[in-house]
Structure formats: structure tokens, C-alpha cells
């Protein structure tokens, strides 16, 4: 209990600094969903806490306004269903804003208000009442479905709700809403949808009907019709438990529950056990389903059959879930064939609409800054020494050109403030430049070696692996909370001498830097304690300076690898984190866990600079685009996203697996990214057409690692299955069909090439292998723990 | 209305332990906690099980009986628990139990294993806000035991008493191994270099395909994930990957060459496979038996064994004939080897072990019948494994054995071993070939005995077969014929040899009866692979008198080699001990060597957890007979136990002298169990009979 009414006020601490940049709209309304579900698992004392908030109203409004919109649209045509749409954010999201600044209002959260106020640029006066109503109508004439009228907001908001939910329950509703006092606010809105009565005997009937008929239509529009199928099923289902009849319940799920793709089979077990309407209250996975609409894509031919089947039958109560719970894409052309549709779905909540995927991503790479080369010399020295003189001229001249051309497709040098090189910095660029030059070229002729770091005695204990850029450091997280960082080179780890002997030194000298190290702390590797709990992720920053590592206990820490101790613990989480990745630049980090959002954290600030969410369930990996502009993260929920930094919006989301993700990587150029599943299997995507392109099969146990190499020939898959894989990158991505049609609707054939594609496989003797790296010079390094 | 949170410790899938469950009803907000050590098993074993049924067939909603909510009720004071309640709770606990396991599998994940452990239980009511249990640390395995009784049904942890003198005496175990990084290469410009490091270059399932279906064309895009693809993939890659796809791919000729570190080993294995030395001896059989990377060396192994047996037999080396096969006993355990390809030329081997007339320079003193109880078994063992419709070893040995074993003319010996090879294969070959033969050969024997002494070799050869079929028919004999016992019956039935028999059975039937008790105690129980040999005891029947037996503490300290890490280059089982011990035997006092190998389950190679009836043969020495050590409580039991392995070795006794320089050692086995803690050995004193299978 005392848990969790801590928790309930982080979220408010949350709330309260809100004081960073551009705060997105979704954030807010996403950190109030979790202080609201909390509240609904809690004790009643808790939930008044909250429940007295108009948070909860803002919620439930919003779903009232997405139901709303949605019946409007499947009747019309699509242009004007997505126009309506695309209309109704704006109300939406203003509506959402008024609800915070409510929420902060009382809380007498004035500087946030103010703040928050600015930000989302509301007019001074728009908590008044008064001007409140006013604002409110302005936006929701413009976008000409919202009335509204009430004096004060949250009454108003109710008022919405009410208005748009089915004529009968509406009363109670209200009641629910208005009094602001009663019990289980948002989660019993959230489920009183369900509440609509419809004889339980014949849900059978009904979704046998809709069987019968979708069984017996033409076979092309079969395969489109029946992804309504699962949904439908989910929430019939549900609709049937929260009405309390449970023997209908299990007699509908036992029926039919065999007939869904074999992919749900997850959500199928967790629905399975739901057969109360009390287990309903707090249930995560029943949420999801209940506040993202499910979304397909159907073409236009077979969404008219279906519909006119629907109304000649007069099954409303499938037209009713249909309208109120499903988003239905609808396109013109030719109907979408069985392979294509299982490509694409999977996910938790159904296909990402095309609009999700129209925005303009910048994936091109930055230009690289332009480092005055005192190091011809050296350099030639270098390669003098290694008796190697000729070889590195014309690779010169290559990368220069390329720094040079600006890519079209690059975002502008400053979008996303970057830090400033530091002297050292460009000693490691030229590093790796020369690095560079005696890379291997690889290919399907020519490839790589693969080095393998066992962890031995480590007792199920590796929980995640990270190496620097040049090799020169592996650390480990271990479940027992220690993280441990060894040095593969010679070159022992040192910490910095104390503060004391420091004083002594000479600061003038030339090795100063090699001065303040302690040589007598010299070994091969450290062991660094903080954590209370297993660490999930952990990544070494760009300059090897420092090293981040997220765990259970809900902090992200930040790690000196000068000496050894901790610097700072990123709290904020609250909940397991389970990846964290420093961006390519450094200064940043994203982290994301359980809670289900990913942040932006800058190193040098305690509080997040940007929330992302949007996913349905927890987030499992995050990776950052090489040019540092973008975040990716995979999800349970089964879906990627691509995020923007700049902005905090959601860019990208790509669906297609069948299970949590557990890998991503992008491709060194920036355009593509890999991504790995339970479910063993590789998807590739194009960052800027937002669309599948490959698939990857021949794992057959969940992908804890991918990476390219270096100049993106090659991606190599390690597995839970105890193989490395090396697949052939460049086909994959020469192969790609692009023309017009297909980016324009996103409908994609794969061709079936992953054996022709699968360049190596690599057994390891009992070594899962969580992770993979690509030398400077292309040569293949996996880690893993041995497991007797 | 009733909420309650379940609170149960972890004990899905591996983990177990204590466990709580709270439940709590809203009207009184009394928190009524149960330590519901037997109870909480039931259920979540129940469940667990239920769960993974559930994945094979449909979603069936899975919920605890309503039963177990009364047993914990009952347990904590609740009497008259309403059956509303109970179903109430038993729906709630079930789903809330659910919830928590869903959650813990997202630990799993996140920690990179296959196995839920407690852990992630833990960290899954971290989760909900329950606080977890503490103190429970995850065991590889659940000692759960089952009973039942008065129509209750119980899954529960057996608590033993722990004797505090024990803990204190026994020293302190090892420091766990820090964790270390160690590097090798996995592949090498796409070539997976044979080192220990790597896998196996074949796996079993791999030779097996290739000998058993040798023309099966392995189809592009059908081939399985493996190093073969791997190994495909490396040589073909230069000649361009994508025509690999249409052509029809030819079987690849083996190659078996072997790299300069294979020859060594193979020189060194089968050195110290007939050498002198029994340690190292035991340490180049255990390599056989458990390295996984011996396929290449196979055909050599197999060359090796067969040239041995044919001089050796020759020579009438029974010494190393034994040591050969042993190396056929280590070769068939070993989980990743398929010896299918060179059964012709490893059964002409055994069987000569078995039947042939002479196979040591004395056959009078001579203990050569151990060899061939033990190439018997070994014979069995490979019928059992390799058998097919194809191939029809079993009915092509059984008819070489009975065609050999019906001729008049042959002789003790040569009878001894095929009776022997014949009892081996099971009790249907003996009620069907040997069982009617007894009258015949009862005759013989009895004409051997009591008529005029022809040699006394061909005496000790009618005793041994004697005591042979009585052993094996008895217990045969035991579950055929109904009781009573009757010795005339017997005599009318059996001939000269039925009077024997007739009491061989009565003991065989009190020993069936006892034992049956014990199955019933332990049968569904799941052991816990400790080694708790702690007795055991040698015997020179050659010398006088019995001894009584002498307990031995099994002190780490005189381990000769260290248990080695479990490093992958390193796969043998991880907790390999030789122990040398002395017992008080007297004069001819014998040194042993015990190695005992817990092959945990998941242990790198033993996945296969070979059923260990290990019992190595016992050949005497020259002069010396037998030292046996048989588990007392074992019959049945033995192959239902496979995580426990003794091998009881006896070092050369400095008295005994022999002929054969090298070969006075005494090898012996117990194929013990340790379920109950200790371990009852009995000692035969019947002189000659080298080994007794429990059968």
C-alpha cells in the first residue's frame, strides 16, 4: 500500500517536472492512464487520491472522442474518414491539455501550469471557465464534430463522454464522471463500453454467422475479412465476462478460440484466464485492447461486403464492436492476399495505420565534422610501421568526398544540439579512421571471422553485454546487480589516483593524463556495485568515459570507468528497466522498461528531456540512430517505433511480428533497420518508405543480439538458440521492390529467400549469444555466458 | 466478496521451496498467512503442469481444485471452509497465480535463460507490489514427493533431518569460480575450426541420419540448422551461394582426417586405455565416455578395439581384453557418438568376449567369466540400442548364441558365455530359449558334478553356468509359476537343477516383496543428483573370513583431480572426483579408486542422462576374487535413477602377484542409488561370482 501510493506521487513528481522542453501532449496523457490504473489496483484510499482528479475524465473523453470519430468514419467514404480524423486530433489533444492543466491546477502545480500553458500555446485565461468554454467551442467548431458547452471543464468533458457513449448506459456514466467521487473512475469507463447488453446465448450464433459468411465469400476477399476475426473474438469475449456471464464466457472462448492465427496463441493463454469481471479491473493486457482500437487494413471491395452482410442481417451487435472498437484502414485497389496480411499482423493491437508511417524521416547520416589532419603523418608513420604505406590514399580520399555531400536525406547538422568534440574525441576519430582503412571488405565471398567471449562461471547470470567502439572493453550485467567491466587488450583498467596524490603531479607535464592514473589499481577487470536488482541493459558511452547500465530496480546508473564508482542514478522509471543505449554522440541516453514509455535523458540532467509513448506494453530494447536524431524501440506490444527526438512524435510504427522484441539494429547508412523477435525471426525495414522489406528465418529461439558490419554488408543474428547467424545484408536490401505502388500502400510481397540469404551458421557448444559486435576492422565479436 | 493475493513461492518449472500463500477477505481485512509447506505444491505443480498441457492442446481454463483450498484453510485453523468460498478463492488464487507467472516469464526473457527461476518470481511480485519472499535461493531441482492416501492426493517437500555433526565435520565447499572471459575463435573466415571450444562437427542426430538413411539427399531448404549447413556453407561459399539452391547435393564423402591434436589424443587415449596405470586409465575412459568431439576418431577407435580383441584372444591377454572393452562400454555411453557404422566390427569383438573357448592363460583360477557377464551386458545393451528390421542384430546374436549353446560339443566355457549372452537380452529370451533348456542342461551339469571327475576346469565351468542359470532364471521363474514353491514340483519341472532353483526363487520372491515397498515409498519421487555415497566396503573373498563392513567418510581432500571448471572447452561433467581409498582389508589389503560423476541434468553433453546401470565389470585378478558391492535397495529403481554413477575401481593390490604384470586389478561397480541418504551394500561371499546383476 505505503508502495503504492509512492509510486502514485512519482508520477505526480513526474507531472511536477514537466519543466523540460515541449512537453508532447501523449506524455501527459499517458502518465496520468498510469497513475489512474494504478490507483484502480489500489485500495480505495489511494483512489481517491486520483479518482477525484479530472484526469480520469480527460482519459475517458478521449475515448469517447475516438469511438465518436470512428462511427462517423466506416460509413463515409475514406477520403472523408481520414479527413475527419486528421480534424479531430486537435480537439482531442486540447481537450487532453485542459485536463492536465486541471490536474496541475489543483494540485497547485502553478509553475507547471504556466509552463505546460506556454508550451502547448493556450491562451492565458483558458483554465477560466468561462474562457474555457469559449476555447473549447472555437476548436470544436472548427473541427465540427465537438459541442461543447459546459461551464466548467470537467463537467464539459463529461458532457462528451456522455453524449457520444450508447444512449443507455450514458446516465451512469455521467454519474461516474461528474461526481468525480465514486469509486474506479477510468478503468470502469474504460470497461463500461463493454456493458452493452445483447442476449449472451447468441454471441455464438452471431460469430458463427459472420464465419459461415466470411468462409463462404469470394476466396480474395476471404483472407482480408478474416483478420476481424481475432478482435472480434477478443471482444465478444470480453464483452461476455464483463457482463458477468461466465459460463457463456468460456463456452464462446472454448468454441472458437481454435480458430485464431496461431500468433495470438500469447494473448489467447492471459485471455484465457479472465473469466471475472473483477480480474478485468487492473488488467494491463484487458486496457490495451480496450483503449488502442485494433486496426486493419481492408480494401474497400471487401469492407462493403462485410458491411453490407452485417445490415442485412441486422447483427448489430457485431456491427457495434466493429464501429466502436475496430479501426478499419480502408484502401482502394486490389484486396490483399493471406501472406500478406500474416506479414504484416501480429501485434497487439493490430496493424499501424498508413498515416502512422507517412512522416518524413531524416535518416541519412550527419555529416561528419571535418578534423584537421595532423595526422598525415603520424598515420603514414602508422602505416609504415606495419609496412602497409600504399593502401590508405584513396580510402582517404573516399571518405573525405563522402563527409563532404550533403544527403538529401540527412537531417540539418544542429536539429538535434550535439556536443562538442573534445580533443580526445578527434584523436579517436582519426583512431578510427585509420582503423578504417585496413577494414575488410566483406561479403557472401568473404566472410567475417567470428571471435567468441565466453563468460564461464557466471550461473545463468549474464543479463547483458556491451563493448566499446573499439573493441578495447566488454562489460557485463549480471543478475546478481553487479556490473563488471574487463579490458580485452593488454592494457589494464586503472582507476584515477585519489584526490591527495592528484594534488602531487605535475599538471604541466605532457602525460598528464597518463600521470593521474593509479598503477597500482591496475587489473584486468572491475567490478562495480550499486544496483539492487538484475541489470538488463548496459551501454558504454561513445568516449569509453562512462558506462550507463539500467536494472530492475527502476534506476538507470551512470558509471565513471576513471574510477570505478557511480556517478548518477537516473530515477524515473519506477518500474524494471530493460535496455538503455547511449547515443552515438554521447551526451544522450534512452532507456526503456516495464512502465511502457521510453525517455531521452541527457547525461548531465536528472530529470528525462523527453517521454515517449505510445506502446502497449513494455518496451524491451531501444537503439538510436546513428545519426542521433531518431530512437527505436521495440516492444512487447509486438510493434516497433521510431520516435523523434527533436519533437518526442511518434514516426514510425512498424508491425509484423509475432512475439516481443528483443533486438534492433539499424543499418550503418541509416536506412534500414533489423529487427529480432521470440519468435526467431529477423524483419527488415525501410526507415523511410516505412515498410517490411525481408524477412529473415533460421533461428529457432529468440534474437537477443543483431548488428551490421561496418560498412552494412553483412548482419550477423546471435540467438537464445546458440547460433550466430550471417546474413547476406546487401541482397536483402538490393532485392527491394520500391515502386511507387507498394510505398504508397504499403502492401508488401516477400519473397521467401532467407535460406539464400543465410550466409553462416555458427554453433556454439552451450553459449547463448546476447551480443554482437563489428570491429573497426569488420571482424565479428559475440558474447555470451556459458550455460552448463 | 473475497480478494486475495496469492503469494507462493517459486517453485514453477525449477525452482521450489517454502511456500506462502495469504489470502484475505475483504470483510475482516485479516491477513491470514499460511506456511503451507506440503500444501502450496500441490497447486502449483498442478498448475504448472496444467499450463504446459494447456500450450498442447487448447486454451482451457486451468483452476486449482477446490480441495486444496480446504487442505490450506484446514491448515491454518479455517474448519468449515464453505464450498462457495472455496471456489471463489480457488478461481481468484488461480488467476492471480497466472498473472504472476506471466510476469516472471518477462524476467526470464530479460535474463537471457530458458529456465524460470525463483528469482523471477521475486521480481514479479516486486511488480505487483507484493513483497517478495526472501531467502529462498533457486535449486536446479525439486525434490518433490508424492503421496497419496485416504483419497487425498500430495505433492510435497520432503524435509530430511539433517545431522549438525555432519555440517560441522564436513569441510567447507569450494568457493565458487569467479566469472571470467574467455575468448576463442567460432569461426574462422567462415570455417568453424575444430577445436574444443566449438561443437562437435556431427551431432548424434546427424551420424545417426547418415548411417541409418545414408541416401537420403539432404534438399536445399530443408536442411536443419546445424554445423552441417554450417560446414556446407563455409566450403561452398567460394563457388558462389545462390546456385547452391537446385542442384541436388551429393552425400559428402567423410574425410576423416584427423588434425595433429586428434592423433595425440587418440595416442594417449588408447595408451592409457591398456596401460598400466589404473587412474590414468579411468581418466581416458571418462574422456571416451563423455568428450564430444570424438566422431572423427571413431572408425580409428573402433580398428583399435576389434585388432586388439583378435591378438589378445590369441594371446590370451584377459587383461586387456577386459581394458577393450571397457573402451566399447565408455564409446557406447558417450551421448554424442552413433556407433551404428561400426557395429561390424565392434560386435565380432564383444561376442568374442562372450563365447570364446579360452580367453586367459589359467582358465582355472582365472576370473574370465566377469568378462563375459560383462561383454554380455555390453552385447545386450548394443542389441537394445541398434537393433532394427534392417539390421536384426537381436535375432541375428540370438540364434549365433543358441546355435553354439545346442551343440553337445561345445564346451563350458563357450556354453557360459552364451547363456549369459542370451540371459542379458531380457527375461523374454530366457522364459522362451533358456527357461526350457534348464532339464537338459541340469543334466549336463549333473553329469559334470557327480560323475567322474573329468578336469576340473570343466567343473568350475558346470558350477559357474549352474550358478549363472539359477541367478538369471530364478527371478524369470519367480513371476512365471504361481506360489507355492514346491521343491518336487520343481524337480519333476527342472530336473537336477530344480531344487536349486526352488529356493533361489523363494528368495528371489522375498526380495521382490521388499523391494516392492520401497518402490512404493519412492517411485514418483525426484531426486536430488547428490552424491551421498558414504559407504562403502571391499571384500577379498580370497582371504579369510568376512568382514564386517567398514564405513568410509569420503574425504574431498584426497581428491587426485580437481573438478574442472565448466569451461565449454572442458565438457566433461563438471564434478568428476577420484577418490583413493584404503579399506581395512586385511592383509591383501586393496586400494580403490571411486569416481563418482553426478551428471547434473543440463549438463552440457548428458542431456541424454544414458540410464546408468553402469556396472563395469568385475575381472578378477589373478588370484584374487571379487570384490562386489551391490546396492541394497535396488533392483527396479536403478534405471529409473540416472543422475548417479559409482564406479567402484580397485587399484593393484600390492599382495597379489600375477602373471599378468599389468593386469591386476579388480574393477567392480555398484550402480547405486541414494535415496534414502545412505546406501546398504551387501556383499556376496559367494567366491567367483564376480558381479551380480540385481536381476
Not at chain 1, 530496480?553 to 543505449?581: E, I, M
Not at chain 1, 512475439?659 to 533497420?673: E, M, Q, R, V, Y
Request: proline share 5%.
Amino acid at each position: 500500500m505505503i508502495a503504492l501510493t509512492g509510486k502514485n506521487q512519482s508520477y505526480v513528481l513526474v507531472l511536477y517536472g514537466l519543466c523540460f522542453p515541449l512537453i508532447h501532449v501523449a506524455h501527459a496523457q499517458f502518465i496520468l492512464k498510469m497513475a489512474a490504473v494504478q490507483g484502480g489496483m489500489g485500495d480505495a484510499d489511494i483512489k481517491t487520491d486520483i479518482k477525484t482528479e479530472p484526469s480520469a475524465d480527460g482519459f475517458g473523453n478521449n475515448n469517447a472522442n475516438d469511438g465518436r470519430v470512428l462511427s462517423a468514419s466506416p460509413g463515409s467514404s475514406s477520403s472523408t474518414g481520414s479527413n475527419k480524423q486528421t480534424a479531430a486530433v486537435t480537439p482531442e489533444d486540447q481537450q487532453t491539455l485542459l485536463a492536465v492543466l486541471q490536474f496541475l491546477k489543483k494540485n497547485k502545480l502553478s509553475e507547471s501550469v504556466e509552463i505546460l500553458r506556454r508550451e502547448a500555446g493556450l491562451p492565458e485565461n483558458s483554465l477560466d471557465p468561462k474562457a474555457n468554454e469559449s476555447a473549447g467551442a472555437g476548436s470544436g467548431g472548427a473541427a465540427g464534430i465537438v459541442d461543447l458547452e459546459g461551464g466548467d471543464a470537467s463537467s464539459l468533458l463529461s458532457r462528451v463522454t456522455g453524449s457520444s457513449s450508447a444512449g443507455a448506459q450514458a446516465p451512469t456514466k455521467g454519474t461516474f464522471i461528474c461526481g468525480g467521487k465514486k469509486d474506479q473512475p477510468d478503468v470502469s469507463v474504460v470497461l463500461s463500453a463493454y456493458s452493452q447488453q445483447g442476449d449472451p446465448t447468441l454471441y455464438k450464433v452471431y460469430y458463427r454467422d459472420l464465419k459461415k459468411f466470411i468462409e463462404t465469400v469470394l476466396d480474395c476477399h476471404r483472407a482480408e475479412l478474416s483478420q476481424v476475426f481475432y478482435p472480434l473474438f477478443v471482444h465478444m469475449y470480453l464483452e461476455l465476462v464483463y457482463n458477468n456471464h461466465e459460463s457463456e464466457a468460456k463456452a464462446f472462448f472454448e468454441k472458437f478460440s481454435g480458430d485464431q492465427e496461431c500468433y495470438y496463441e500469447e494473448d489467447l493463454r492471459i485471455l484465457s484466464g479472465l473469466t471475472k469481471k473483477e480480474h478485468m479491473r487492473g488488467n494491463e493486457t484487458l486496457l490495451d485492447f480496450r483503449t488502442s482500437k485494433f486496426v486493419l487494413r481492408i480494401s474497400r471491395d471487401s469492407y462493403q461486403l462485410l458491411k453490407r452482410h452485417l445490415q442485412e442481417r441486422q447483427n448489430n451487435q457485431i456491427w457495434n464492436i466493429i464501429q466502436e472498437h475496430l479501426y478499419i484502414d480502408i484502401f482502394d485497389g486490389m484486396p490483399r492476399s493471406k501472406s500478406q496480411i500474416d506479414a504484416m499482423s501480429g501485434s497487439l493491437a493490430g496493424e499501424a495505420k498508413r498515416e502512422a508511417n507517412k512522416t518524413k524521416v531524416y535518416y541519412g547520416l550527419l555529416k561528419e565534422p571535418e578534423i584537421e589532419l595532423p595526422l598525415d603523418d603520424e598515420d603514414e608513420e602508422a602505416e609504415n610501421e606495419e609496412g602497409k604505406p600504399k593502401k590508405k590514399k584513396p580510402k582517404k580520399d573516399s571518405v573525405g568526398s563522402k563527409s563532404k555531400k550533403q544527403d538529401p536525406n540527412a537531417p540539418s547538422q544542429n536539429r538535434i544540439p550535439l556536443p562538442e568534440l573534445k580533443d580526445s574525441d578527434k584523436l579517436d576519430k582519426i583512431m578510427y579512421m585509420k582503423e578504417a582503412t585496413k577494414r575488410i571488405r566483406l561479403g557472401p565471398d568473404n566472410l567475417p571471422s567470428v571471435c567468441f567471449y565466453t563468460f564461464l562461471n557466471a550461473y545463468q547470470g549474464l543479463t547483458a553485454v556491451d563493448l566499446t567502439d573499439d573493441s578495447s572493453l566488454i562489460a557485463g550485467g549480471f543478475a546478481d546487480s553487479t556490473v563488471r567491466v574487463w579490458s580485452v587488450t593488454p592494457k589494464k583498467l586503472r582507476k584515477v589516483k585519489s584526490a591527495a596524490d592528484l594534488n602531487l603531479i605535475d599538471k604541466e607535464s605532457d602525460d598528464v593524463l597518463e600521470r593521474i592514473m593509479d598503477e597500482k589499481t591496475a587489473s584486468e577487470s572491475k567490478i562495480m556495485y550499486g544496483h539492487s536488482g538484475p541489470v538488463y541493459g548496459i551501454s558504454f558511452s561513445p568516449d569509453r568515459n562512462y558506462l550507463l547500465s539500467s536494472s530492475e530496480d527502476g534506476t538507470v546508473r551512470l558509471w565513471s570507468l576513471l574510477t570505478f564508482t557511480c556517478l548518477v542514478a537516473y530515477k524515473g522509471h519506477n518500474y524494471p528497466v530493460w535496455d538503455t543505449q547511449f547515443s552515438p554522440y554521447g551526451y544522450y541516453f534512452v532507456s526503456g522498461g516495464h512502465d511502457r514509455v521510453a525517455r531521452l535523458w541527457a547525461t548531465d540532467h536528472y530529470q528525462p528531456l523527453r517521454i515517449f509513448s505510445g506502446h502497449l506494453a513494455d518496451i524491451t530494447c531501444t537503439r538510436f540512430h546513428p545519426n542521433s536524431n531518431y530512437v527505436a524501440t521495440g516492444s512487447s506490444d509486438r510493434t516497433i517505433r521510431l520516435w523523434d527526438v527533436l519533437s518526442g512524435n511518434c514516426v514510425r510504427i512498424f508491425t509484423g511480428h509475432k512475439g516481443p522484441i528483443h533486438s534492433l539494429a539499424f543499418s550503418p547508412n541509416g536506412k534500414f533497420l533489423a529487427s529480432g523477435a521470440t519468435d526467431g525471426r529477423v524483419l527488415l525495414w525501410d526507415i523511410g518508405h516505412g515498410l517490411m522489406v525481408g524477412e529473415l528465418k533460421g533461428h529457432t529461439d529468440t534474437i537477443y543480439s543483431l548488428r551490421f558490419s561496418r560498412d552494412g554488408e553483412i548482419l550477423a543474428s546471435g540467438s537464445m538458440d546458440n547460433t550466430v547467424r550471417l546474413w547476406d545484408a546487401m541482397k536483402a536490401f538490393d532485392d527491394l521492390e520500391t515502386d511507387d505502388f507498394t510505398a504508397a500502400t504499403g502492401h508488401i510481397h516477400l519473397q521467401d529467400n532467407s535460406q539464400e540469404l543465410l550466409l553462416g551458421t555458427y554453433t556454439t557448444k552451450s553459449t547463448p549469444v546476447i551480443h554482437l559486435h563489428f570491429t573497426r576492422r569488420n571482424l565479428l565479436l559475440a558474447a555470451g555466458a556459458f550455460n552448463p | 466478496e473475497i480478494s486475495s493475493h496469492s503469494r507462493f513461492d517459486p517453485c514453477h518449472l525449477n525452482g521450489s521451496h517454502d511456500g506462502i500463500l495469504c489470502f484475505s477477505s475483504k470483510c475482516d481485512l485479516d491477513f491470514v498467512c499460511v506456511s503451507t509447506r506440503g500444501y502450496i505444491y500441490r497447486p502449483v505443480c498442478f498448475l504448472v503442469s496444467a499450463m504446459a498441457e494447456e500450450r498442447r492442446q487448447k486454451h482451457c481454463s486451468v483452476v486449482l481444485p477446490t480441495e486444496s483450498m480446504k487442505a490450506m484453510a484446514e491448515s491454518v485453523g479455517v474448519g468449515q471452509l464453505q464450498e462457495d468460498s472455496c471456489v471463489a478463492l480457488s478461481e481468484e488464487v488461480s488467476y492471480r497465480i497466472k498473472e504472476i507467472a506471466q510476469d516472471a516469464l518477462k524476467f526470464m526473457h530479460h535474463g537471457k535463460r530458458r529456465k524460470l527461476t525463483t528469482s523471477d518470481i521475486d521480481n514479479a511480485l516486486k511488480l505487483k507490489n507484493v513483497e517478495p519472499l526472501y531467502g529462498f535461493q533457486s535449486q536446479e531441482f525439486i525434490p518433490f514427493r508424492f503421496a497419496s492416501g485416504g483419497g487425498r492426493e500430495l505433492h510435497f517437500y520432503e524435509e530430511k533431518e539433517v545431522d549438525l555433526s555432519d555440517i560441522i565435520n564436513t569441510p567447507l565447499p569450494r568457493v565458487p569460480l569467479d566469472v571470467s572471459l574467455k575468448a576463442h575463435w567460432l569461426s574462422i573466415e567462415g570455417m568453424q575450426p575444430a577445436i574444443p571450444e566449438n561443437p562437435p562437427p556431427a551431432t548424434k542426430e546427424q551420424q545417426k541420419a547418415e548411417s541409418t538413411e545414408p541416401l537420403k539427399v539432404v534438399k536445399p531448404g530443408q536442411e536443419e540448422e546445424g554445423t552441417i549447413q554450417g560446414k556446407s556453407q563455409g566450403t561452398t561459399t567460394p563457388d558462389g551461394k545462390g546456385k547452391e539452391k537446385g542442384l541436388i547435393r551429393l552425400k559428402p564423402r567423410s574425410t576423416h582426417e584427423l588434425s595433429v591434436e586428434q592423433q595425440l589424443y587418440y595416442k594417449e587415449i588408447t595408451e592409457a586405455c591398456v596401460g598400466s596405470c589404473e587412474a590414468k586409465r579411468a581418466e581416458a575412459l571418462q574422456s571416451i565416455a563423455t568428450d564430444p568431439g570424438l566422431y572423427q576418431m571413431l572408425p580409428r577407435f573402433s580398428t583399435f578395439i576389434s585388432e586388439g580383441v583378435r591378438v589378445n584372444v590369441v594371446q590370451n591377454n584377459l587383461a586387456l581384453l577386459i581394458y577393450l572393452m571397457r573402451m566399447v562400454k565408455a564409446l557406447m555411453d558417450n551421448p554424442t557418438l552413433y556407433l551404428e557404422k561400426y557395429l561390424h566390427e565392434l560386435i565380432p569383438a564383444v561376442v568374442t568376449c562372450i563365447v570364446s573357448k579360452q580367453l586367459c592363460l589359467r582358465p582355472d583360477v582365472d576370473n574370465h567369466w566377469a568378462l563375459r557377464d560383462f561383454a554380455a551386458r555390453l552385447m545386450a545393451q548394443s542389441c537394445k540400442t541398434f537393433s532394427t528390421t534392417t539390421n536384426n542384430i537381436q535375432s541375428r546374436i540370438t540364434k549365433t548364441f543358441t546355435k553354439s549353446w545346442l551343440d553337445d560339443k561345445t564346451q563350458w566355457t563357450t556354453r557360459y558365455g552364451c547363456i549369459a549372452g542370451l540371459a542379458e537380452l531380457g527375461s523374454d529370451v530366457i522364459k522362451t530359449l533358456i527357461i526350457p533348456r534348464l532339464a537338459v542342461e541340469g543334466a549336463r551339469i549333473k553329469a559334470v558334478m557327480e560323475g567322474p571327475v573329468v578336469s576340473n576346469i570343466d567343473k568350475i565351468g558346470a558350477e559357474h553356468v549352474q550358478s549363472l542359470l539359477l541367478k538369471h532364471c530364478a527371478s524369470v521363474i519367480a513371476k512365471l509359476r504361481p506360489q507355492p514353491d514346491n521343491v518336487d514340483q520343481y524337480r519333476t519341472d527342472y530336473g537336477y537343477l530344480g531344487p536349486m532353483l526352488c529356493s533361489h526363487v523363494m528368495k528371489a520372491r522375498t526380495q521382490a516383496a521388499l523391494q516392492a515397498q520401497q518402490v512404493n515409498r519412492t517411485t514418483l519421487t525426484i531426486t536430488q543428483p547428490r552424491p551421498t555415497l558414504s559407504v562403502s566396503q571391499s571384500g577379498l573373498s580370497g582371504s579369510s573370513g568376512p568382514r564386517t563392513p567398514s564405513i568410509i567418510k569420503v574425504p574431498s581432500s584426497l581428491t587426485l583431480m580437481s573438478p574442472r571448471p565448466g569451461t565449454p572447452s572442458q565438457p566433461s561433467p563438471p564434478a568428476t572426483k577420484y577418490i583413493v581409498m584404503a579399506t581395512s582389508a586385511g592383509a591383501a589389503s586393496t586400494q580403490q579408486v571411486i569416481l563418482f560423476f553426478t551428471t547434473t541434468p543440463g549438463n552440457l553433453s548428458s542431456q541424454s542422462a544414458s540410464p546408468v546401470t553402469s556396472t563395469v565389470p568385475s575381472a578378477t585378478s589373478t588370484l584374487q576374487p571379487l570384490v562386489k558391492l551391490e546396492s541394497g535397495s535396488g533392483a527396479g529403481l536403478t534405471a529409473s535413477r540416472p543422475l548417479q554413477k559409482y564406479i567402484v575401481v580397485s587399484l593393484p593390490s600390492s599382495a597379489s602377484s600375477s602373471l599378468e604384470t599389468k593386469s591386476s586389478v579388480l574393477p567392480t561397480s555398484i550402480s547405486s542409488s541414494s535415496l534414502d541418504g545412505g546406501m546398504k551394500l551387501e556383499r556376496s561371499e559367494s567366491p567367483g561370482a564376480s558381479t551380480q546383476s540385481p536381476h
